[in-house]
């Protein structure tokens, strides 16, 4: 009887190393996507931000001053002026009894 215990649940060292090559390999693959395909099926995404003023925020400061399709936007909110024509105000969502 040798003093060599048999350990069939370890791997060789030939195949370690071909997985290890083929894991590699792996990062290439993307390379082989055709160019303008990823063009084709991105859409910009959709967002939305909501803030909440809690306590200690003077909150009509942060209010439109005029509603309608033609607001105007508050001291502020000033700094929102060059996106006017991508985003939706709305404010008034409160409960005076909360």
Known sequence: ???YLSQSWLIDRRHALRAM??????????????LRAEDK?????KRS???YLANGVHSLNYQILTPGK??????????LEKHRDVIT???GLHHPGA
């Open 89 to 91: 105000p709305i404010s």
């Open 70 to 79: 033609d607001y105007q936007f508050s001291r502020s909110l000033k700094p």
């Open 41 to 45: 099926a991105s859409v910009a995404p």
């Open 49 to 51: 931000a909501f803030i």
């Open 1 to 3: 009887m040798s003093n």
């Open 21 to 34: 090559g083929s894991l590699v390999a792996l990062p290439m693959l993307e390379c082989m996507v055709p």
